[in-house]
Antibody
Framework: QVQLQESGPGLVKPSETVSLTCAVS?????????WGWIRQPPGKGLECIGS???????YYNPSLKSRATISVDTSKNQFSLKLSSVTAADTAVYYCARALAGPPRAFDYWGQGTLVTVSS | QSALTQPASVSGSPGQSITISCTGASSDVGGYNYVSWYQQHPGKAPRLMIY???NRPSGVSNRFSGSKSGNTASLTISGLQAEDEADYYCSSYTSSTTVVFGGGTKLTVL
């Protein structure tokens, strides 16, 4: 069974960079599929941040591209998200998920999410 | 990229059928057969219910079905049950090689 587990700081100050990690078990990231990050502000809808393939191909939401960086550590079977210059608008539950093979078009396995609050 | 348009809420009685619409553009919904639907209960992660317009992942009830016409996709839930009460989100692959979600629809089972 594929399982994903997010981890992060919980609270970050405005203008700082937040770093989140997603640990994957039950499936090797290197074996295929896309892997991505999605966020959900409190009481609001979902927003895809971006996704990557283990070969290095990475796609980002154009509205976040300049601030988001997704990286992978295949030796630990985990991947990460760095989001720079955060503001209160970046307060959200951040989910990591596996995307179906082919273009990264649907997420079939999700972590339980980690809340990131941006506040001074 | 703009979020896909969904009704804010829909409701139905147990046993009835409901349909949730999801309207996009030719650069997303209308341009690809890559529409998905997710169910989200309060405090939980989303669950994939439909992918590629009308395909159900293993374990999803056949009471859930999807379709698409032009720039609008639809999710139909037949034989409504109390446990179907949740938020539902559509999504689509886009010409920007990313995924855009709808604003979400709250389903109330009366």
């Amino acid at each position: 069974q594929v399982q994903l587990q997010e981890s992060g700081p919980g609270l970050v100050k405005p203008s700082e960079t937040v770093s989140l990690t997603c640990a994957v078990s039950g499936y090797s990231i290197s074996s295929g599929y896309y892997w991505g990050w999605i966020r959900q502000p409190p009481g609001k809808g979902l927003e895809c941040i971006g996704s990557f393939y283990h070969s290095g191909t990475t796609y980002y939401n154009p509205s976040l591209k300049s601030r988001a960086t997704i990286s992978v550590d295949t030796s630990k079977n985990q991947f990460s998200l760095k989001l720079s210059s955060v503001t209160a608008a970046d307060t959200a539950v951040y989910y990591c998920a596996r995307a179906l093979a082919g273009p990264p078009r649907a997420f079939d396995y999700w972590g339980q999410g980690t809340l990131v609050t941006v506040s001074s | 990229q703009s979020a896909l348009t969904q009704p804010a809420s829909v409701s139905g009685s147990p046993g009835q059928s409901i349909t949730i619409s999801c309207t996009g553009a030719s650069s997303d919904v209308g341009g690809y057969n890559y529409v998905s639907w997710y169910q989200q209960h309060p405090g939980k992660a989303p669950r994939l219910m439909i992918y590629d317009v009308s395909n159900r992942p293993s374990g999803v009830s056949n009471r859930f079905s999807g379709s698409k016409s032009g720039n609008t996709a639809s999710l139909t839930i037949s034989g409504l049950q109390a446990e179907d009460e949740a938020d539902y989100y559509c999504s689509s692959y886009t010409s920007s090689t990313t995924v855009v979600f709808g604003g979400g629809t709250k389903l109330t089972v009366l």
